[in-house]
Each structure stands twice: as C-alpha cells, then as structure tokens.
C-alpha cells in the first residue's frame, strides 16, 4: 500500500497523518461528550486539545531525538525533518499530561476528573493511530514463516524485506481498543472506580501491553538491557498499582459514578 493517501502537488498527506487525526477528532469528541457528567465544558476539551495537540507532537520528536540522538548528531539539521519519521508516542504522553496539569490549574478544573475523562479517548486515539504504522510498515516484529491468521490485506502489508513480519502495531491497537471498552463499561457501574482509578486502569492497561508487545519490535529504541518503552512501561505499571493503593485508602475521595447520578 502506498503510504501517501493524497499528492497535491508537492504535498503529501500520508495515511499516517489521517489515521492520527482520526483518532484525534475521535477524542475530542468522545471526551467533549463525557465532559458535561463532571461539570467541564466542552470548551475546555477543545480549548486543551488545540494546546496540548501541537506541543505533544513537538514532545513525542524530541524524546526520539534524545535516544536516538547518534543518528542526529552529525546531521542536526533533521532533527527537524519530522516528515521522514522518527516520533515516540511516550513523548506525546509525558508532553500532554504536563499540559493537562497546568492547563487544568490555569482553569480551575480538577485535574483526575479531566484525566478521567480524557483518558480512554487517548486509548481510542491511540487504537486509530497505530494503523499509521501498518501503512508506513513500521513497528513490527521479527519475521515469520506465514501470518496465515490474518486478513489478506494486513498479511500482504506485513510482507517486508523478503518475510512476513509479526505485526505488533496490530496488537498494541486492538489491546487499546480492548482497554477502552473495559473502562467504558467499568466507569458506568455506580459505585466501583473512584475518582482517578479510570487513569490508573489506563497506566497499568497500557503499561503492560506496551511491555509485552515492545519486546516483540525490533526497532525499538534500547537503553541498558530493555527497550526505553519497556522501562516507561514498567514505571506506569507501578506508578498506577501504587496510586491505586495509596488513593483507595481515602474514604472522602468520591466514586467517579455515584448511584442516582448516571
């Protein structure tokens, strides 16, 4: 498949591009939707997606730079040639919850709420924006005799240098899309997540499948004995175990749906 859906003369729009901002206006929706339950406007969903969009794009570039940064040193001016690839998803996170938090205290918005409501948006955003990958064949694994399991038009795809490769991008996707109808259905049952507990589901959810299928990649960014995203990931397992524990022992935290407020 030919990763450039449309050439308008010397400009490309990707299917990379198309995949990411359909995720995105997927998110923005979802989250303006369930902004109204917690008493946020939709404004400020929309007001911080156009914040944090950008700067999460500019974040996710420059935390590939830094670990890759032999391939940039000799050559810095493709530091900014975003457009041949090279960007790292935990950088976009770890940019846009740094935005969440002051674009929430600006506001006077109650920050777990407006990660409780943003989150599983991302999940799905995150599920859309992996078949970026799939169209540029990139974030995939080792190489296999056959990928008979699979629908021809993702076997084909997967045909890369001479073998079929284990499509990784395929699990992350459908492991986010699978995380996002859990915490969909969790949050509705009144009285059984507490305020935050939805954003820790999405780090140990998320951390974990990461864990797993990263190990599975080969070209993955490496530092000491695991891979970078293997490291974060581990930290957001026990970052989200560890809020879990410390926040269930509140009493006066509420639940994030009560009985009688739907």
Known sequence: MNPIAIQLGPIAI???????????????????????????????????????????????????????????????????????????????????????????????????????ITVPPVMIAQAIGRWGNFFNQEAYGKAVKSLDYLPAFIRDQMYIESSYRVPTFLYESLWNFLGFILIIILRRKPNLLKQGEITFFYLIWYGLGRFVIEGMRTDSLMLGGLRVSQWLSAAMIVLGLGLLAYRRRDKSIPYYTRKGVL
């Not at 911080?48 to 940039?72: H, K, M, N, T």
């Open 14 to 116: 990707r299917w990379y591009a198309i995949c990411i901002v359909s995720g995105l206006i997927l998110a923005v929706y979802l989250a303006s939707k369930e902004a109204p339950r917690k008493k946020i406007l939709s404004d400020d969903i929309l007001d911080f997606i156009l914040i944090a969009f950008p700067l999460s794009i500019i974040g996710a570039r420059i935390y590939y730079v830094i670990f890759s940064w032999s391939d940039y040193k000799d050559n810095l001016g493709e530091i900014f040639a975003i457009w041949h690839g090279g960007i790292a998803i935990y950088g976009g996170l770890i940019t846009g919850l740094i935005c969440l938090v002051l674009f929430t205290r600006h506001r006077f918005i109650d920050t777990w709420d407006f990660l409780d």
